[in-house]
């Protein structure tokens, strides 16, 4: 079975442009979410998705969003990106609200670098 | 507020010795769930061990195991007969679960280097 595909994995933005950053979860899996991970922030929580819905977003401004499609597939947008967004953006799926112990998978992550 | 805490950022171990990495947690739900992951230097994270909050016994899976302190609140990791893949960043994770969400909030990591 395929593990998690972010992609790309890495990219390099200016200030100011925008950002999309998609992610396949594993099959069967319905429940997406993403991570920012930065050295002086850790992993910090962005949003979840289940069945299209977002169902918790994490304290981050409007300039990050995201969408869930029917076939679980989903990406993240970070527009009039700053230097500070700079990060490691990590998708992870699960089977959490399937009846399953719901662990998170993970993608590889899509490296973004802004200047 | 932080919810789970790692107070060891770096530590070292010979191969083929034990150690046991910190985590301590902060919650009022009394339904969660405590996982363990590892980071190595290629930036996927992987999932290694997993104790829900109403598990009587102590998770374990191959040379992981994680002692559970429910009154303490902390679920340490102990892996086993390390071996120098095991070297990477190790973070402790809790679930927050609700009607209608699935969140986790991660510790800030410990580096574990296992020397030869």
């Known amino acids: 079975k395929a593990g998690v595909t972010q992609t790309p994995r890495y990219l390099i933005k200016t200030r100011g442009q925008q950002v999309t950053l998609s992610c396949s979860p594993i099959?069967?899996?319905?429940?997406v979410s993403w991570y920012q991970q930065t050295p002086g922030q850790g992993l910090q929580f962005l949003f979840e998705y289940f069945s299209e819905t977002q169902r918790n977003k994490g304290n981050f401004p409007g300039r990050f969003s995201g969408r869930q499609f029917s076939n679980s597939r989903s990406e993240m947008n970070v527009s009039t990106l700053e230097l500070g967004d700079s990060a490691l953006y990590l998708c992870?799926?699960?089977?959490w609200g399937q009846g399953e112990s719901g662990e998170l998978f993970f993608g590889e992550g899509s490296r973004l670098t802004v200047l | 507020a932080q919810k789970i805490t790692q107070t060891q950022p770096g530590m070292f171990v010979q191969e083929k010795e034990a150690v046991t990495l910190d985590c301590t947690y902060d919650?009022?739900?009394?339904?969660?769930?405590l996982f363990w992951y590892k980071q190595p230097s290629s930036g996927e994270m992987i999932f290694l061990i997993y104790?829900?909050?109403?598990?009587?016994q102590n998770a374990t899976e191959g040379r992981y195991s994680l002692n559970f302190q429910k009154a303490r609140k902390s679920a340490n990791l102990v892996i086993s007969a390390s071996q120098l893949g095991d070297s990477a960043m190790y973070f402790c994770a809790m679930r927050q679960t609700g009607d209608n969400f699935n969140k986790f909030y991660f510790g800030s990591g410990t580096k574990l280097n296992v020397k030869p």
């Open positions: 104790q829900g909050s109403y598990d009587q």
């Open positions: 992870a799926s699960s089977l």
């Open positions: 919650t009022s739900d009394p339904s969660y769930g």
């Open positions: 099959s069967g899996h319905r429940s």
